[in-house]
Nanobody
C-alpha cells in the first residue's frame, strides 16, 4: 500500500510563498499519478495539479495556473507544490493524492490514496 505524508503548510501573509511536499512510501511501485487538491471549510474539494510520474507530464487546475507549480523528485519519492503570490482565498487544507493508471485526475474517486492534509492559512 502507498502512504502519503504532506508537509510544508503554515501561516503566511498575502503575497508570500510556501512549498508543500508530499512523500510517498510503503510500496515498491510508484503511482502513475500524484496530485494536489485543496478544500476550504464549506467548499468543494478542488483539483489543483497532477503529475504523471513515469514521464513527468503535468496538468493543472484553475487555482494553480499562473501562481503554483507542481514538480517531483523521483529520487526522494516526493512531489512538491510551489506556491507564490498567496492570497487569503488560498486558505484551505491541501491534500496529496495518488492513483494508478487510467481515469481522470480531476475526479476524486479515481484516487485510491490520500494524505491527511496540510493546512495553509493566508492572512491579509
Amino acid at each position: 500500500q502507498v502512504q502519503l505524508v504532506e508537509s510544508g503548510g503554515g501561516s503566511v501573509q498575502a503575497g508570500g510563498s510556501l512549498r508543500l511536499s508530499c512523500v510517498a512510501s510503503g510500496s515498491t511501485y510508484r503511482p502513475s499519478c500524484m496530485a494536489w487538491w485543496r478544500q476550504a471549510p464549506g467548499k468543494e474539494r478542488e483539483g489543483g495539479a497532477a503529475i504523471y510520474s513515469n514521464y513527468g507530464a503535468t496538468y493543472t487546475g484553475d487555482f494553480v495556473k499562473g501562481r503554483f507549480t507542481i514538480s517531483q523528485d523521483n529520487a526522494k519519492n516526493t512531489v512538491y507544490l510551489q506556491m507564490y503570490s498567496l492570497k487569503p482565498e488560498d486558505t484551505a487544507m491541501y491534500y496529496c493524492a495518488a492513483k494508478g493508471h487510467g481515469g481522470s485526475w480531476q475526479v476524486p474517486s479515481n484516487f485510491a490514496y490520500w494524505g491527511k492534509g496540510t493546512q495553509v492559512t493566508v492572512s491579509s
